[in-house]
């Protein structure tokens, strides 16, 4: 099993930044999962946002691509979101997840945290 626990979120203003980190318990390792993080807000999909594989690149959805950076600490079970140049309709609740790679730019997401609200004024 994998635990996920995610902080950071708050309210920023328009053009603000934030960094979210999630902390990864449990089998990370031994499974060299993906880290990424999603985010949802009301009457809306699900939205991908990042997400770092064990080995390899990470990648962006096109809608935060040159805002938004995901990294990994694999040394420290963390993962991390630093979004820059935040927008009001970034405001959603973010969820940190992990999974299986599903391709060179997917991932499947079989574990969630409980997520972080950001909110962002504008």
């Known amino acids: 099993q994998v635990q996920l626990v995610e902080s950071g979120g708050g309210l920023v203003q328009d053009g603000g930044s934030l960094r979210l980190s999630c902390a990864a318990s449990?089998?990370?390792?031994?499974?060299?999962?993906?880290m990424g993080w999603l985010r949802e807000t009301p009457g809306k999909e699900t939205e991908f946002v990042a997400a770092?594989?064990?080995?390899?690149?990470?990648f962006v959805a096109d809608s935060v691509e040159g805002r938004f950076t995901i990294s990994r600490d694999s040394a420290k079970n963390t993962v991390y979101l630093q979004m820059n140049s935040l927008k009001p309709e970034d405001t959603a609740v973010y969820y940190c997840?992990?999974?299986?790679?599903?391709?060179?730019?997917?991932?499947?997401?079989?574990?969630w945290g409980q997520g972080t609200q950001v909110t962002v004024s504008s």
């Open positions: 997840s992990a999974g299986r790679a599903a391709g060179p730019k997917g991932m499947m997401h079989d574990y």
């Open positions: 449990g089998r990370t390792f031994d499974q060299h999962l993906t």
């Open positions: 770092v594989p064990w080995s390899g690149a990470s």
